[in-house]
């Protein structure tokens, strides 16, 4: 994968651009990727009708049958230019690649062209690392801030951490989602500045599925940044769901990757510890959550997803609270989902486009 750019120093895709060199070590080991990818995409056929109804077959990528077509996402970033939508869907279609979906944003007054297009191709055809090649070329011939290809069936899933506090609400609801299929990322481990005892729902779950849990006691004057690097040193991005304790520069730096953040409140509003609470007191009519990227300044990153919802003179604290948390579960988890489907791209200074 080409580009590499964080919303704090070095790109959303920073840590992305890793799994290109994952994939290129994998696409060196080919005959085991051929049988890899056909038992995959029979599997993930099921998930897609065009491949069940169409003449597709998971058996075999063998092209004297039917080919067997698989989904791939393009996402591209650059200075706008006349013919960019073209040479790209040419791209994919020069290779018998169908585009099935594309989205494009040019925002006025703002000379930059986004756009994320959904294809299927057949991988016999064109092999996974020619796509990365032939998508770089076109983003060397326009000076690219981004452009990363993913292709779900073939590429390693997003590594990630999960931080948390002491409240698990939505580490539980992005377990579940996980297990169900509905969140397509690897968790490596979970960390928390709290114990749990062994008989709770989370570590039994946790245990179940073989994902390590580590107790790292925190201090104000002593957050442990050191050892939790170590920890997530191998993802590609971490998830903080609820995690109430601020990261520093330094760790944001060292870490370079992308870090995402629940806020139980509506971002700009609210910020800092208890927004719930902060909103009560000011008699809001709405209340909100908000996933935005972590950035040294508390609560200040790009925001990714928000979701509101009205509440009124009938409710009081435990029902702004309870209504909270019920948002932001459901708020991160499509942040989450959102950024591993390459639909959050960086817009300016601290804005994003969301596909
Ligand atoms: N560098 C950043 N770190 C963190 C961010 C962020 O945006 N930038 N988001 C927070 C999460 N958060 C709100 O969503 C938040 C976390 C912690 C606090 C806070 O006041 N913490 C106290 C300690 C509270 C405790 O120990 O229980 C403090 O650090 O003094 C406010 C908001 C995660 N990190």
Redesign the pocket.
């Known amino acids: 994968m080409s580009g590499a750019r964080s919303f704090g120093e070095s790109g959303p895709w920073f840590g992305l651009s890793r799994c290109g060199e994952r994939l290129r070590r994998r696409l060196r080991e080919r005959p085991t990727m051929i049988r890899r990818i056909s038992e995959r995409v029979s599997g993930f056929a099921k998930n897609f009708p065009i491949l069940k109804s169409s003449r597709f077959h998971g058996e075999s990528l063998d092209s004297s049958v039917s080919p067997v077509l698989i989904p791939g996402v393009h996402v591209f970033h650059c200075q706008d230019a006349v013919g960019i939508v073209a040479k790209l869907s040419d791209c994919i279609a020069a290779k018998g690649g169908n585009i099935l979906g594309y989205d494009v944003f040019v925002p006025e007054n703002n000379n930059v062209f986004y756009s994320r297009s959904e294809f299927i191709f057949d991988p016999v055809k064109w092999p996974r690392n020619q796509v990365d090649e032939d998508f770089q070329t076109i983003a060397q011939r326009y000076g690219a801030l981004n452009s990363v290809v993913r292709v779900p069936s073939i590429d390693p899933k997003y590594k990630i951490a999960l931080l948390l506090?002491?409240q698990d609400h939505c580490l539980v609801e992005m377990l579940h989602k996980w297990q169900d299929g509905k969140l397509p990322v690897d968790i490596t481990c979970v960390i928390s500045?709290h114990e749990r005892a062994s008989n709770t729902h989370v570590m039994r779950f946790l245990e179940r599925h073989g994902i390590p849990y580590h107790y790292v006691s925190?201090t104000?004057e002593n957050k442990r940044e050191d050892d939790i690097l170590e920890l997530v040193k191998d993802t590609d991005f971490l998830v903080?769901a609820?995690?109430?304790?601020?990261?520093?520069?330094n760790?944001?730096k060292g870490y370079g990757k992308d870090?995402i953040?629940?806020?139980?409140?509506l971002l700009p509003s609210f910020?800092?510890?208890y927004?719930a609470k902060q909103a009560f007191d000011a008699g809001v009519k709405l209340i909100g959550a908000t996933s935005?990227f972590?950035?040294?300044?508390?609560?200040?990153?790009p925001i990714i997803e928000q979701m509101v919802e009205s509440v009124s003179h009938r409710d009081n604290l435990r029902s702004f609270v309870q209504k909270s948390e019920d948002l932001e579960k459901k708020c991160l988890t499509k942040a989450i989902k959102s950024y591993c489907e390459l639909r959050v791209l960086p817009y300016g200074t601290n804005k994003t486009v969301v596909f």
């Open positions: 506090s002491k500045n925190t104000k903080l609820r995690y109430m304790q601020i990261l520093s520069g760790f944001l870090v953040n629940i806020h139980h409140g910020k800092g510890g927004p935005h972590v950035t040294e300044e508390l609560d200040s990153g």
